[in-house]
């Protein structure tokens, strides 16, 4: 079996994980993350991973990502990694990932490099205004990932917003379907189920 591959892409906090979760439910998919992918940095002493450039493209280890996605591509079971926010490492589990008749690929970067943008047969834009992306991600890397709010806001003006704004918000125009993070999630999901069958040509009766 080949899947159908769908990215979802967009701004930190947007709604991307949210969006890919509702729709890996209502299509059975498989949700494939990139944030599975950034680089080990167990090199690096815990200061120093802080304060590591994660909103960069090169954060992330693209040529494993793209080896995985080809394989996937081609009906195949791979290891993925797994990553420790909270120590900005690999725990050093892999994770047996399998494909199913859709895989939708989740992270800032979905629609940014040209040979994985060619994998995904559709493509999704999420956008967000700054200021709601901003309140989001204090809320969720306290909850989640132990982060102080001053360290959040540190990170989101040093980082977030320049690199968004040199490599993310420009992926935007590769997108097939632009919605809003915002918007009601059953309204989002039907968005992309109506997209598969009309623009797409899925029948997703069988």
Not at 59 to 78: D, P, S
Request: aromatic share 10%; proline share 4%.
């Amino acid at each position: 079996m080949k899947p159908y591959l769908i990215g979802v892409a967009g701004p930190s906090c947007a709604g991307k994980s949210y969006l890919a979760e509702h729709l890996a439910e209502r299509l059975d998919a498989a949700l494939f993350r990139l944030d599975w992918y950034y680089r080990e940095l167990d090199h690096l002493s815990l200061a120093e991973r802080a304060a590591y450039n994660f909103d960069s493209p090169e954060a992330l280890e693209f040529e494993l990502l793209m080896e995985h996605v080809r394989r996937l591509q081609a009906g195949e079971k791979i290891l993925r990694p797994a990553y420790d926010f909270h120590t900005h490492t690999r725990s050093g589990e892999l994770r047996e990932f399998a494909p199913r008749r859709f895989v939708i690929v989740e992270g800032l970067f979905a629609l940014y490099w040209e040979p994985l943008r060619a994998a995904l047969q559709t493509k999704i834009y999420i956008e967000l205004d700054e200021q709601l992306c901003l309140q989001r991600r204090i809320e969720r890397d306290m909850r989640e990932r132990g982060r102080t709010r001053e360290s959040v806001l540190e990170q989101y003006r040093a980082t977030v917003v320049p690199m968004a704004g040199q490599y993310l918000y420009p992926t935007r125009a590769h997108a097939d379907l632009i919605l809003a993070g915002d918007a009601e999630i059953a309204q989002a999901t039907e968005s992309v189920m109506r997209h598969l069958e009309e623009s797409a040509g899925i029948n997703l009766s069988r």
